[in-house]
């Protein structure tokens, strides 16, 4: 019995060990791997079809913690027919074995997303390295090797720049943030168009920045047919979609007051719902937002604090959301694409009349959707400033 057990232990270890090669096996040392932080998608310039690469890495320097540490970052770039070649190319150039599993954001350039993104994506989607909350970005008007190489300079590097950018964006709501699972989700949704934050190049206003260095700054959005880039929401128009997605945190809404001078509300809290609607085959959406602000600045001793001239500037709001609302509707429906999820509202309430009436023929009946914008208005605080300045020394408007 003794002999039989051992027999077959050993034709366990036997099996183990004849099974499936692995390619890569046993440990990195951390002091080995080179963390990508940034990554730029391009087309080839030199070989059509192929693909180019561009990464932003940080490596730690020195030994102890605090000051006796230097972060150091290097650009470095790769081709390759696919991505994948692209990727694996990089252990040609580099001295430690890059590392994805810190990657944090993807820019693709204008070029490529014309071409079409699946091609330029899967990768990062398949690849278990990859984590699959980083942010997509587009470079508007550059390629996204020129925004990797002139956005960051020794002082702060490229991706500290868009982690900036990507943090304060709640004070102005132009920008929404996307990441790689929302890009997946959108592409398996055939009825939805993808839309891309953007980034623009911008010449740096401080004089004494020396080198070909710039500003990146946000360039509202990019907006998708199937995976290719096919229009561009300009930032005018960008809070607009933010209200549709439930996604204005602040934000500045200027106004007038009952004799005309400017006011400043400041956007402390919104919502915003798609109702669908569907009687006797017509399919209508409501959308209801409601807005609450409090006055943040004025530029007049008009008094503004009374019941009466509080009342006229909620409507003053009103007006100025629902415009920026049915604005970028407008936008989506003249170029019949749904890029709200106006469709998985629907799909949501009516599931059974989405998949017999409205999901084959979305791209064409969404021009014919009819929206019904409300908005609920309400100023709640004046901050610390409850009388006009210099009200008291009776001076008049």
């Known amino acids: 019995m003794k002999n039989k057990a051992m027999l077959v232990l050993i034709l366990l270890l036997v099996a183990v060990q004849s099974g499936c090669k692995i390619s890569f096996f046993g440990r990195t040392e951390i002091s080995q791997i080179e963390f990508i932080r940034a990554i730029g998608i391009d087309k080839s310039s ?5 693909v180019r690469l561009t990464i932003a890495t940080q490596r730690i320097q020195g030994d102890g913690a605090g000051a006796g540490q230097r972060k150091q970052s290097k650009i470095i770039v790769s081709e390759g027919e696919t991505v994948f070649e692209a990727v694996r190319n990089y252990w040609n150039s580099m001295d430690k074995r890059p590392f994805w599993g810190h990657l944090e954001y993807a820019l693709i350039g204008e070029e490529a997303a014309k071409e079409g993104l699946l091609k330029y994506l899967d990768f990062f989607c398949r690849d278990p390295e990859v984590r699959l909350n980083i942010k997509v970005f587009l470079t508007k008007g550059s390629s996204a090797e020129r925004v990797m190489n002139q956005g960051g300079d020794e002082s702060r590097f490229i991706f500290e720049q868009l ?8 004070g102005q709501s132009i920008i929404n943030v996307v990441d790689l699972v929302e890009v997946m989700y959108i592409f398996d949704r055939e009825h939805l168009c993808l839309y891309l934050p953007c980034l623009e190049l911008q010449q740096k206003t401080n004089s004494d920045v020396q080198g070909d260095a710039m500003d990146i700054v946000m360039g509202g959005f990019a907006l998708f047919e199937s995976d290719k ?12 979609l933010n209200w549709l997605r439930n996604k204005v945190k602040s934000g500045i809404i200027p106004v007038k007051s009952p004799q005309g001078h400017k006011v400043s509300l400041e956007i402390i809290e919104s919502n915003v719902k798609l109702k669908p609607d569907l009687l006797n085959g017509k399919l209508t959406i409501h959308v209801n937002a409601s807005v609450f602000s409090n006055i943040g600045g004025i ?3 008009e008094d503004i604090f009374t019941e009466e001239a509080i009342t006229f500037l909620e409507k003053q709001q009103e007006i100025a959301v629902r415009e920026e609302i049915e604005e970028v509707i407008r ?4 170029r019949d694409m749904d890029f709200f999820s106006t469709g998985d509202a629907v799909f949501k309430k009516y599931p059974i009349q989405w998949e017999d009436e409205f999901e084959e023929k979305w791209k064409t009946c969404f021009s014919e959707v009819v929206f ?10 004046t901050y610390n400033i ?10 008049k408007p």
């Open 163 to 170: 982690q900036g950018i990507t943090e304060n964006q709640y």
């Open 46 to 50: 030199e070989k059509d079809g192929d």
């Open 386 to 395: 409850i009388q006009p300045s210099r009200e008291e020394k009776g001076e």
């Open 229 to 240: 880039l096919t229009a561009n929401l300009d930032m005018e128009m960008s809070r607009g």
């Open 331 to 334: 936008f989506g429906q003249e």
């Open 299 to 301: 530029q007049t001793n």
């Open 372 to 381: 019904d914008v409300q908005v609920a208005s309400v100023i709640t605080v």
